[in-house]
């Protein structure tokens, strides 16, 4: 890039590209031991669903250097979403041009779609299509690993976003393996109006709990992988320990999902549960029970992919 002239310290470039930033469910979630920097190792299965946060991000002028100028527009109904520098999208949009040495006015609009606090990782989705969509506007040229490091300096969740599908996430779940993909089921996801923080939740488990509790890992799980969904799913969520317990109106609807559907739990810490069903299997009396309820339902299927980037504006 070493032929741009600059006019009074700016580059004109005015492109945009727009961006799919999907949710993710935690298949399996077992806590290993607390860490001495205050996290915990866990072990835990994720999976791309779609349901997508759309983020259009636009490179209006590249600077040769120096901070970024950032603004960022979000849209999100009811929910609380910060639109200034505490917003994971501010955060990699800032990280990711200090990390590679490019800068310039980057404009932000974020749609949301999926719920905040939920434990379907839609912050973590988010700031991971910023830095896909700052490596295709600025031609860093970054390779997938590259942009996964850049993602585990921002949050846990982010580097799984780059790839998505299927994966196995170890330490505290920047770690990853691709696991088989999964191709099939209806993920039907339902979420109280309740938000938990991540943090909280892991502040409260009882680690002396889950030492002589049976456990289900990776080699047990893999070869069910295949033949997903089906009610022999070993899975299952240890933070459950600590949430449900705590909150009965969730306790509950776990447990309703579990008499309907093969598959049940809560994805990650709360408050967000899911049903994974059979293809083909008619789930909308279930969707009309847990809407009239007034909780957020969605019924999506598994994505193979994470983040997708595409040049120009969204399309409606």
């Given at each position: 890039?070493?032929?741009?002239t600059y006019t009074?310290?700016r580059?004109?470039?005015?492109r945009?590209?727009s961006?799919?930033?999907p949710?993710?469910?935690?298949?399996h979630?077992?806590?290993l031991?607390a860490r001495?920097?205050g996290?915990?190792?866990?072990?835990t299965v994720?999976q791309?669903?779609?349901?997508?946060?759309?983020?259009?991000v636009?490179?209006?002028?590249?600077?040769p250097?120096?901070?970024?100028?950032?603004?960022?527009?979000?849209s999100a109904?009811?929910?609380?979403?910060?639109?200034?520098?505490?917003?994971?999208c501010w955060r990699?949009?800032?990280?990711?041009c200090?990390?590679t040495?490019?800068?310039?006015a980057?404009?932000?609009?974020?749609?949301k779609?999926?719920p905040p606090a939920?434990g379907?990782?839609g912050g973590?989705?988010d700031?991971?299509?910023?830095l896909?969509?700052?490596?295709?506007?600025?031609?860093?040229?970054?390779e997938?690993a590259d942009?996964?490091?850049l993602?585990?300096?921002?949050?846990a969740?982010?580097?799984f976003?780059?790839r998505?599908g299927?994966?196995?996430?170890?330490?505290?779940?920047?770690?990853l393996t691709?696991l088989?993909?999964i191709r099939?089921?209806?993920?039907?996801?339902?979420?109280?109006d309740?938000?938990?923080?991540t943090s909280?939740?892991y502040?409260?488990?009882?680690?002396?709990?889950t030492?002589?509790?049976?456990?289900?890992?990776?080699h047990?799980?893999?070869?069910?992988?295949a033949?997903?969904?089906?009610?022999?799913?070993?899975?299952?969520?240890?933070l459950e320990e600590v949430?449900?317990?705590?909150?009965?109106s969730?306790q509950?609807?776990?447990?309703?999902?579990?008499?309907i559907a093969?598959?049940?739990m809560?994805?990650?810490?709360?408050?967000a549960?899911?049903g994974?069903f059979p293809?083909?299997?008619?789930?909308d009396e279930?969707?009309?029970?847990?809407e009239?309820?007034?909780y957020?339902?969605?019924?999506?299927r598994?994505?193979?992919f994470?983040?997708?980037?595409?040049?120009?504006?969204?399309s409606?």
């Amino acid at each position: 890039m070493g032929h741009e002239t600059y006019t009074k310290g700016r580059l004109p470039v005015g492109r945009t590209v727009s961006a799919e930033a999907p949710a993710k469910v935690n298949l399996h979630l077992e806590v290993l031991k607390a860490r001495h920097d205050g996290y915990h190792e866990i072990e835990t299965v994720l999976q791309t669903v779609d349901l997508c946060d759309r983020l259009e991000v636009t490179l209006k002028d590249r600077y040769p250097g120096g901070s970024p100028d950032i603004t960022l527009q979000v849209s999100a109904g009811d929910w609380d979403v910060p639109a200034d520098s505490t917003n994971l999208c501010w955060r990699a949009a800032r990280l990711f041009c200090r990390s590679t040495g490019v800068s310039g006015a980057l404009r932000m609009e974020l749609v949301k779609a999926i719920p905040p606090a939920a434990g379907l990782g839609g912050g973590s989705s988010d700031a991971a299509a910023v830095l896909v969509a700052c490596n295709h506007l600025f031609a860093t040229g970054l390779e997938e690993a590259d942009l996964e490091a850049l993602g585990a300096e921002l949050g846990a969740d982010v580097p799984f976003f780059v790839r998505g599908g299927t994966a196995l996430g170890r330490g505290t779940g920047t770690r990853l393996t691709p696991l088989p993909l999964i191709r099939s089921g209806q993920f039907l996801i339902v979420r109280p109006d309740m938000e938990l923080k991540t943090s909280e939740v892991y502040a409260n488990l009882k680690m002396g709990l889950t030492v002589n509790s049976a456990k289900a890992n990776i080699h047990v799980i893999r070869p069910q992988l295949a033949r997903f969904p089906r009610k022999t799913w070993p899975g299952f969520n240890r933070l459950e320990e600590v949430v449900l317990p705590w909150a009965p109106s969730l306790q509950r609807l776990v447990f309703r999902l579990r008499e309907i559907a093969p598959i049940a739990m809560m994805s990650g810490s709360g408050s967000a549960v899911y049903g994974v069903f059979p293809d083909g299997q008619d789930t909308d009396e279930w969707i009309k029970e847990f809407e009239e309820a007034g909780y957020f339902v969605r019924n999506v299927r598994p994505r193979a992919f994470g983040v997708r980037v595409r040049e120009g504006k969204a399309s409606g």
